[in-house]
T-cell receptor, first 113, second 110 residues
Framework: DTAVSQTPKYLVTQMGNDKSIKCEQN?????MYWYKQDSKKFLKIMFS???????INETVPNRFSPKSPDKAHLNLHINSLELGDSAVYFC????????????FGDGTRLSIL | EDKVVQSPLSLVVHEGDTVTLNCSYE??????LLWYKQEKKAPTFLFML????IEKKSGRLSSILDKKELFSILNITATQTGDSAVYLC??????????FGKGTLLTVNP
């Protein structure tokens, strides 16, 4: 059973399109996160939700909009995709807050043509 | 702004060598420091450290935290090719944010 699952694994699309990435965790965790990992492998927090409420919203363009329909799901919608959005996006979850180990999904590799 | 600096950025060793990876940090209201290993896909959790001077150990890997000097080390003894990965250090501060370092790329050659 996959603990944190993201779909799709790969996403290849053109500039200007809108796309979504879905994330689900079956660990019963309260906190979920989205990270962006660039080509140099640097992991940067984008958003964090605790029990469906937005806790962290880093300096991310407002083309990125997270949505948490319930505490087991955190989806990421991206409007008007740009070349610089190409990266691997990781979803993660932790029991409660970042002061506990986070479990990561396998990532979604987004490539913008 | 919270900051995590790892060194070295990359390291190449031979099987059987011992390696030490470093992580220094500046963070508001430190809560914990975590180490992760990232191979091809998702980072996987190794250790979480909250108290100074208490070594955490798992097989050939061990880690210790110094909260006075604001750093942690990750030791790997008798390295194997399967230890080749990026090792990530992250620090949790006062808000719900985990700040990652840029990682150390470890390559273990046979």
């Amino acid at each position: 059973d996959t603990a944190v699952s993201q779909t799709p694994k790969y996403l290849v699309t053109q500039m200007g399109n809108d796309k979504s990435i879905k994330c689900e965790q079956n660990l019963g965790h309260d906190t979920m996160y989205w990270y962006k990992q660039d080509s140099k492998k640097f992991l940067k927090i984008m958003f964090s939700y605790n029990n469906k409420e937005l806790i962290i919203n880093e300096t991310v363009p407002n083309r990125f909009s997270p949505k948490s329909p319930d505490k087991a799901h955190l989806n990421l919608h991206i409007n008007s995709l740009e070349l610089g959005d190409s990266a691997v996006y990781f979803c993660a979850s932790s029991l409660q807050g970042p002061n506990q180990p986070q479990h990561f999904g396998d990532g979604t590799r987004l490539s913008i043509l | 702004e919270d900051k995590v600096v790892q060194s070295p950025l990359s390291l190449v060793v031979h099987e059987g060598d011992t390696v030490t990876l470093n992580c220094s940090y500046e963070v508001t209201n430190f809560r914990s420091l975590l180490w992760y290993k990232q191979e091809k896909k998702a980072p996987t959790f190794l250790f979480m450290l909250t108290s100074s001077g208490i070594e955490k150990k798992s097989g050939r890997l061990s880690s210790i935290l110094d909260k006075k000097e604001l750093f942690s080390i990750l030791n790997i003894t008798a390295t194997q090719t399967g230890d080749s990965a990026v090792y990530l250090c992250a620090v949790a501060g006062s808000n719900y944010k985990l700040t990652f370092g840029k990682g150390t790329l470890l390559t273990v050659n046979p």
